[in-house]
């Protein structure tokens, strides 16, 4: 079996062209950080997946965001004998070629930095705007109507015209559409 795994970091986020035109016989889905491993619809893939099947990437970094995690899946992965590839990439990993195992080593070094300086440069951006005066710190948590959101979303309305009726973000009606 093809199976495809897609992971974008936020509710919000487009996902269409990650897989766009290939065709694969089962997709798991995650809209979460890839700062780690824990991932729903990872960890069900990694528990559907057989020997002989082929999980396919978009790219590396939408299976790992740290080269320690990148290498424990890849070792998961093509130890129950299941291929590997990452589209955008170009590659098709297999652990016997060293010359892919280097590759990917740099490939995953890249996007454990990407993710460093990702966190740098937010933190650098809320530096200057305390300094300024204009950064206040995450709003203080207020009282969500979970019932009334619930009661929305199986009524049909959009995720972002929930947030939008419940002056919350679309975040919060994701996490809370997840619970139903």
């Known amino acids: 079996m093809k199976l495809g795994y897609i992971r974008v970091s936020t509710a919000e986020q487009n996902t269409a062209r990650q897989l ?22 990872l960890k069900r893939m990694l528990d559907v997946m057989r020997s002989g099947d082929t999980i396919i990437v978009h790219e590396i970094s939408r299976l790992a965001r740290n080269l320690v995690d990148l290498l424990q ?10 291929r590997l590839e990452f589209v955008k990439d170009g590659i098709t990993y297999d652990s016997n070629d060293k010359n892919q195992k280097l590759m990917l080593s740099i490939m995953g070094a890249v996007a454990t930095f990407e993710r460093e300086m990702i966190h740098e440069r937010q933190a650098e951006g809320i530096a200057i705007a305390k300094a300024k005066g204009v950064y206040k710190n995450r709003k203080q948590s207020k009282a969500v109507d979970k019932a009334g ?5 199986a009524g049909g309305l959009s995720v972002r015209k929930t947030a939008a009726k419940f002056n919350v973000a679309p975040s919060t009606v994701s996490r809370i559409k997840k619970g139903i």
């Open 149 to 153: 959101i619930e009661e929305a979303l």
């Open 73 to 82: 899946l890849i070792e998961t992965i093509n130890g129950a004998g299941v």
């Open 20 to 41: 766009d035109g290939i065709t694969v016989d089962k997709t798991f889905e995650d809209r979460c950080s890839g700062k780690d491993t824990n991932r729903p619809q």
